[in-house]
């Protein structure tokens, strides 16, 4: 893989971190449901899953 694809992996994963963070922001501690829950460890998931990816193609 190209330096160029590394580098718009990478800010597809800085992008989709970003959207984790305002997704954790909104979330209220003592009001949280199971399916919020679930959503950010689904989108934790994903994360590993782009990481995993970026790590493997070096």
Do not use: C, W, Y
Not at 16 to 41: G, K, N, S, V
């Amino acid at each position: 893989m190209d330096k160029a694809q590394d580098n718009n992996h990478v800010d597809g994963l800085k992008t989709r971190f970003h959207q984790f963070l305002e997704t954790l922001d909104t979330i209220e501690p003592e009001t949280a449901d199971l399916q919020e829950i679930d959503r950010l460890i689904s989108m934790i998931d994903e994360l590993e899953e782009q990481v995993e990816k970026i790590k493997s193609n070096n």
